[in-house]
């Protein structure tokens, strides 16, 4: 496509002080979420099951690498980049990041997120539904270490797990 | 089927799921249940929970937990807890002191309150440590500071030592310590019965020297003179000022005629050497007396030895002065005390 419209920028988001004095820079998190789920629904309709996950996996990789230019490309070390994430992740209601194992030599992780933004107290539907999450953590890590890495939810919160539980590995 | 027969059969599941949880070894589902999927998936989940919570009672927390639902969430939950509380422990063994643990009550507290008393003792170990090293170094510098002003002193008592027995003009032994070091040298020879000699030296005409030329010229030509002896005497020789344009040589375990012969070769020497003055060239002569005679120890005092010895040689000195200059005189007591000299 030659003429892009809707390339991605911050400064589509615009300025959030300016535009809601009163309101202020939160919303309800339903709301958030009936946007998602809308999106999924018309997407679904309009490109089937599987394109929308791969539309929701690459919109979460393409958030991810650029919160990481955003917010952590000057971090050089793993785990302070792993700090900065869980406390950016919190303070921006995303969830609550923790690791549970990390090998950085291997390109292997165990993470996990509670409370996840996407997720937490959803019905049980029987399937991991965190594409969005996916991509974003692969994102985060491909910026980080300039491999390429394969994510995968193995348990979620639609799952009955209670907890989103994310395997990356980088892809060799 | 009879109400007691339903009974029964709830009694007896009741039991198999009793037994699943009581029991070290788990029973089978019942041939005749086998075909109930609900019933295959509660043993199997029952089974899985056992593997789990025994795995985890022995602390291996990697089993999968591979059933969902309120049980499993819950288990996932502590088992998400469980494994991050084991990676935040190997970073602050790794010297992470930021990492707190959240959402397990008192455990947490309790982990979160030895990191942080962990951290304060370590910066405290790490305070004392460098204090010590500041303290360590500061010592160092005061010891040194202690030898160099040690060696100064020592140095500065060499120089001290060397100045009290030297004649500054000439560098040579001044004549209190030439006196000194001829008495040892002549109890040295009484008591082995060895040789010793004297030679007493006056440069010839000094006066006009020093008249002609000036203080500076007559220091220059007492220099070279030092200079002649310094270069041509043994390491053994003991050569001093004496005093005004006089000069000493006490020369252990040489006679009379060892000391004539090394006397006249500095009396050829110094008439040969030049001064360079400030106008023109300054030649001298020197006359020599010479004096082995040594009286026997017996009632005498050192000194008095010393004072006879030297007279001797100040007599042949006398002798060759008066005989017309630059020559070498030696003391001849053949005849008595009173003494005849030989040249
Ligand atoms: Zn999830």
Redesign the pocket.
């Known amino acids: 496509m030659t003429d892009r419209r809707y390339k991605f920028s911050w400064d589509l988001l615009g300025d959030i002080a300016l535009g809601r004095p009163n309101l202020g820079a939160s919303t309800s998190l339903e709301v958030y979420r009936l946007m998602q789920f809308t999106f999924r629904d018309v997407m679904e309709q309009h490109l089937g099951t599987e394109k929308t996950n791969q539309i929701f996996y690459e919109a979460g990789k393409l958030a991810g690498t650029e919160l990481y230019k955003k917010a952590f490309s000057a971090i050089k070390d793993f785990h302070e980049f792993i700090k900065s994430l869980q406390k950016t992740f919190r303070d921006m209601g995303i969830g609550i990041v923790r690791v549970e194992e990390a090998d950085l030599e291997k390109g292997s992780f165990v993470l996990t ?1 509670s409370e ?1 933004l ?3 107290g959803l019905p049980e539907l029987g399937y ?3 594409t969005y ?1 996916e991509g974003f953590i692969a994102g985060l890590l491909e910026s980080f270490t300039g491999n390429p890495f394969e994510v995968k ?1 193995i348990d ?3 799952t009955g797990d209670r907890t ?1 539980r994310f395997t990356a590995e980088a892809i060799k | 089927m009879s109400l007691a027969e339903e009974f029964a059969i709830v009694d007896e599941l009741s039991k198999l799921v009793l037994d699943m949880l009581m029991l070290s070894k788990p029973p089978d589902v019942p041939e005749r249940f086998a075909s109930i999927d609900s019933l295959q998936t509660l043993h199997a989940n029952l089974l899985s929970l056992r593997d789990f919570l025994s795995a985890a009672a022995n602390g291996d927390l990697s089993p999968n937990i591979n059933f969902k639902g309120y049980i499993g969430g819950t288990l996932k939950m502590l088992q998400a807890n469980l494994r991050h509380m084991t990676w935040q422990t190997k970073m602050v063994a790794a010297g992470d002191f930021t990492q707190r643990i959240e959402f397990m009550g008192d455990f947490a507290n309790s982990f979160n309150a030895m990191v942080i008393q962990l951290d304060l003792t370590l910066k405290e170990v790490m305070r004392k440590d460098a204090e010590l090293k500041k303290t360590n170094t500061e010592l160092l510098r005061e010891i040194t500071i202690r030898r160099q002003a040690e060696a100064a002193l020592l140095e500065s008592e060499e120089a001290f030592k060397t100045m009290a027995i030297t004649d500054s003009l000439t560098g040579l032994y001044n004549r209190r310590h030439f006196n000194h070091r001829a008495e040892t040298e002549i109890s040295r020879a009484l008591r082995h019965k060895r040789p010793l000699s004297v030679i007493m030296l006056d440069i010839d005409f000094f006066k006009r020297v020093n008249d002609t030329y000036g203080h500076h010229s007559g220091d220059l030509v007492l220099q070279m003179v030092a200079n002649i002896l310094k270069e041509s005497l043994r390491s053994s020789d003991i050569p001093a000022r004496y005093g005004g344009e006089e000069f000493i040589i006490l020369l252990p375990d040489a006679t009379a005629v060892n000391a004539a012969t090394i006397a006249e070769t500095l009396r050829k020497r110094i008439e040969t050497a030049t001064v360079k003055g400030e106008k023109c060239t300054i030649k001298i002569t020197s006359s020599f007396g010479v004096n082995d005679h040594l009286a026997k120890a017996s009632s005498k005092s050192t000194e008095k030895i010393l004072s006879e010895f030297i007279d001797k040689a100040d007599q042949a000195l006398y002798l060759a002065k008066k005989s017309g200059r630059n020559k070498v005189t030696v003391y001849n007591n053949t005849k008595g005390d009173g003494g005849s000299l030989l040249v």
Request: proline letters at 0%; one cysteine or more; a negative charge.
């Open positions: 997120v996840d996407d997720c937490s991991e539904i965190c999450d939810e979620c919160w639609c989103c």
